[in-house]
């Protein structure tokens, strides 16, 4: 897999709404990569609309919290649960 860059993740704008990290692309569009990816250990932000990828060069303790869970959780057909709790 060939990147196109290594960038530090201080030089990659955050938008925390949406939870995803993001960087200009030479093809005009912008390389992402979210939060989740970033914990989970992933450290390569394709380009949506390019074939290029660039490597984060980023701490785990440097990265923001992820947010908890919420008291819902989300089924299988996209119904919502209450965690368990019986009426």
Sequence with gaps: MSIYEEV?????????VELLYTY??????KFRITLEELWDGED???CP???????IIY???DLPPLPE?????TDEDGSADE????D
């Design 69 to 73: 869970e919420s008291d819902y959780e």
């Design 8 to 16: 530090e993740i201080e030089d990659l704008d955050y938008d925390p």
């Design 49 to 55: 609309s390019c074939t290029l990828r660039i490597e």
């Design 59 to 61: 701490d785990e303790d």
């Design 44 to 46: 390569i932000a394709p």
């Design 83 to 86: 965690g368990g709790k019986e």
């Design 24 to 29: 200009p692309c030479p093809c005009g569009d």
